[in-house]
């Protein structure tokens, strides 16, 4: 986003840039503002009316109060904690995988496991 303009009393246009068409004029309803609760994952969205494409851009602080100063309004959503939990132990691998979906088509266990009681 590269700022905004008014045009008359009740329009806002806002320039944005699609990776396709170049500069882009919105309205505050073309705009979806996505605000994460993990701050560096904020983003806004529009569907390219030039091409069709959905563009997504990060929105740091100075565009979130850009896009809330010029109406847009902002949905807030929290990133689940276990995304950013520290990983322990190796990479899961793609033989890790495969291993994993061949064990799940071969045995009814891990569906028996899944409904069974706690074992004390
Ligand atoms: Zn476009």
């Known amino acids: ?13 806002i320039k944005a840039t699609c990776p ?7 309205t505050t309803r073309d705009v979806a503002l996505r605000v994460c609760s993990h701050a ?3 983003y806004y ?3 390219c009316a030039t091409c069709g ?3 997504r851009k990060p929105a740091d602080g100075r565009v979130v109060s850009l896009l809330l ?3 847009v309004p902002a949905q ?3 990133l689940p904690e276990e995304v950013l939990e520290a990983k322990d132990g190796p990479r899961l691998t793609y033989d890790d995988l495969l291993d994993f979906a061949l064990h799940l088509g071969a045995t009814d266990l891990l569906a028996a496991l ?4 706690p074992v004390s």
């Open 1 to 13: 986003m590269q700022g905004r303009a008014e045009k008359g009393p009740d329009v806002t246009t």
């Open 20 to 26: 396709t068409c170049g500069e882009v004029e919105l």
């Open 40 to 42: 560096p994952l904020s």
């Open 45 to 47: 969205a529009f569907d």
């Open 53 to 55: 494409c959905e563009v």
């Open 69 to 71: 100063a010029g109406g």
């Open 76 to 78: 807030v959503w929290v």
């Open 114 to 117: 899944a409904g069974a009681a």
